[in-house]
């Protein structure tokens, strides 16, 4: 028994380590794309603002449309769903890409600006869509019951091999809630817009207070 449950307790750690490091990929990816998605839309701003003043109505959209998305992923009432895409700021973005192509630079540096802030856009709705697309979960749920079926005969084991006394059912308490704490942070970081471990939105709030300025 104690060999099989040696076994046991290999693989389970094995598995769990994997995906515990599968889950932290996901939220780091998604992590660094909203950090990277609010250093872009710093810079298009930017780059707008260099353009002339006939860029105002773009760069007052572009700051509307990222405070609608902040409000709709980073809800100030944390019981409202997120919302990660809606067909409105699909529409949103495009109509933006389309007043830039618009735009009727006037000489060499303008056409510059231009080219800059249609390539920050592009780089912008190709993030986007790597957010959007990657939400699902990325820990296949039969690697989490299987770990479950395995930590369960693991301390079936334990409870058959050990005496029966309070420190060891405290011990034997102590060791599931931390195995159970494991798995729940899986499941928190396989899900980084919602639950308790979330990503913050702090990088988006800055981008947009700096916008427009």
Known sequence: IKLGMGLVATLTALVLGLVIATAKGTYDTQLAAVKHTAAKVLLIDRVLSHYGPETKEI??????????????IWPEDHSQPVR?????????????????????????????????????????METRWLVVGDRGSSVPLPFLVVVVIWLTILFGSFGLLAPRNLTVTAVLFLSALS??????????????????????????RYALSHLGQ
């Open 59 to 72: 760069r007052d959209r572009i700051r509307q449309a990222v405070a609608d998305r902040f409000h709709a």
């Open 179 to 204: 195995v159970a704490a494991s798995i729940f942070l899986i499941l928190e970081m396989d899900q980084p817009f919602e639950g308790l471990i979330k990503i913050s939105g702090e990088p988006m």
């Open 84 to 124: 990660m895409d809606t067909p409105e700021a699909v529409a949103v973005n495009q109509g933006i890409e389309i007043r830039i192509l618009q735009l009727e630079p006037q000489n060499n540096i303008q056409r510059w600006l231009q080219s800059q802030a249609l390539q920050i856009s592009s780089d912008i």
